[in-house]
């Protein structure tokens, strides 16, 4: 039966895993970005081109590099959360 706690475990399961997914994608991303300000604030070029095309191609790179574990890790939570589903039907 779904109880209040246990909707509790699986909105808090899930909140923390998406957290996690997008952290993953978003951190190079963010690092990246944050060192192309300081080259840009040092030298004082303002291309638009200069701060958007690392950030992506470091984003490609991230998803490139961790997809198979982000897809692995989401198709892992879908198996467990169906499981526990079966398990409160009875």
Not at 48 to 65: D, G, H
Not at 84 to 90: E, K, M, N
Request: a negative charge; aromatic letters at 6%; glycine letters at 6%.
């Amino acid at each position: 039966m779904l109880t209040p706690d246990v909707a509790v475990d699986l909105v808090r399961d899930s909140l923390y895993l998406v957290m996690l997914l997008v952290t993953v994608l978003i951190a190079p991303g963010l690092v990246v970005g944050l060192v192309v300000s300081l080259l840009q604030a040092a030298t004082q070029i303002n291309e638009q081109t200069l701060s958007f095309l690392p950030r992506l191609l470091v984003t490609l790179l991230a998803i490139t590099l961790m997809g198979r574990w982000l897809a692995g890790t989401l198709m892992d939570y879908c198996v467990a959360i169906f499981q526990r589903a079966a398990a409160l039907v009875g």
